[in-house]
Nanobody, 126 residues
């Protein structure tokens, strides 16, 4: 059974940093595209960042470019989301996701992902 488990969320003040982790089990995700999405209360889930199977390519939504960095450690079957200079508008539940097939690209569309974690809450106070 494939599982993605996020951790690292919490309550922080604006300007602080957090690092989210997503550990995969049940299957190796080396070579598979991975992504981070978030959903704020009353809003639709939105793309945050994604990384290709090899880790050589990454992409981000405009509002987090320069502040968030996605990375992966294939040996640990883990991806990370380093979030710096957090803003109140970053408050949301953050989800990691994985594709079902190997990919040399990264994807911003949630429809490209088959596996999803349960989410971790990030709250940024002003």
């Amino acid at each position: 059974q494939v599982q993605l488990v996020e951790s690292g969320g919490g309550l922080v003040q604006a300007g602080a940093s957090l690092r989210l982790s997503c550990v995969a089990s049940g299957r190796t995700f080396s070579g598979y595209g991975m992504g981070w999405f978030r959903q704020a209360p009353g809003k639709e889930r939105e793309f945050v960042g994604a990384i290709s199977g090899s880790g050589s390519s990454t992409g981000y939504r405009d509002s987090v470019k320069g502040r968030f960095t996605i990375s992966r450690d294939n040996a640990k079957n883990t991806i990370y989301l380093q979030m710096n200079s957090l803003k109140p508008e970053d408050t949301a539940v953050y989800y990691c996701a994985g594709t079902r097939t190997r990919s040399g690209s990264y994807y911003s569309s949630s429809s490209m992902y088959f596996y999803w974690g349960q989410g971790t809450q990030v709250t940024v106070s002003s």
